[in-house]
Nanobody
Framework: QVQLVESGGGLVQAGGSLRLSCAASGRIVSPNTMGWYRQAPGKQRELVAH???????NYADSVKGRFTISRDNAKNTVYLQMNSLKSEDTAVYYC??????????WGQGTQVTVSS
């Protein structure tokens, strides 16, 4: 099993920044992919960004140029730097870890609220 602990959510004004962190522990295997998803009220959960253990990244079009995903493999931690936040970024943000044959794991979610 893999446990994911997210932190860094909160309330911010439009145009502001937040940094989310997700620390993984347990049965960590490599290679793996870690990422961030979000779910706004009444909407489906969607990919925000993900990053492989080799550093390859992928972003949703809606966050390109504003959000940056990174990771520290030594700490088994993935980060999401969110800049130029918009009201439409308001959602619960979930960390996901795909550990191949070990399984797919999700964090408990952290609320991000952007006020306009």
């Amino acid at each position: 099993q893999v446990q994911l602990v997210e932190s860094g959510g909160g309330l911010v004004q439009a145009g502001g920044s937040l940094r989310l962190s997700c620390a993984a522990s347990g049965r960590i295997v490599s290679p793996n992919t870690m990422g961030w998803y979000r779910q706004a009220p009444g909407k489906q959960r969607e990919l925000v960004a993900h990053i492989t253990s080799g550093g390859v990244t992928n972003y949703a079009d809606s966050v390109k140029g504003r959000f940056t995903i990174s990771r520290d493999n030594a700490k088994n931690t993935v980060y999401l730097q969110m800049n130029s936040l918009k009201s439409e970024d308001t959602a619960v943000y979930y960390c996901r870890a795909n550990m191949g044959r070990v399984g797919d794991f999700w964090g408990q979610g952290t609320q991000v609220t952007v006020s306009s």
